[in-house]
């Protein structure tokens, strides 16, 4: 055999040989991935407005069971209550009545 068919082997380079290089792409895929979902999904209910720090949203839900839940968001803070239909029993003064109004507004009115 000749020198020259000696002489001929390649260069393995050491990165082209690590089994996770692919990995880190596939991490940033799916992080795109995931949030693209999430707004997808915010904006299909139309919820956008929980992402915003600066507004205010109350959203009442009833599920399955008839139980009523009132959601509150004032800017970071998310508050969820429970309304129930139990008979309330204690001592205690009427404060006042609500009123809502044709174009959906509620307007609380003292005693």
Aim: glycine fraction near 6%; charge should be negative; charged fraction near 25%.
């Amino acid at each position: 055999m000749s020198m020259k068919y000696l002489r001929r082997t390649e260069t393995v380079q050491h990165h082209d040989m690590d089994p996770l290089a692919g990995v880190a792409n596939l991490f940033d895929a799916s992080i795109v991935l995931i949030v693209s979902m999430m707004i997808a999904l915010f904006m299909s209910y139309n919820m956008l407005e929980m992402m915003d720090e600066k507004s205010e949203v109350t959203i009442t839900k009833k599920n399955e069971q008839g139980e009523i839940e009132v959601i509150t968001k004032q800017g970071k803070e998310v508050k969820v209550q429970k309304v129930t239909d139990q008979k309330l029993s204690g001592e205690g003064m009427r404060l006042g009545t609500a009123y809502q109004l044709s174009d959906g507004r509620v307007v609380y009115v003292p005693e």
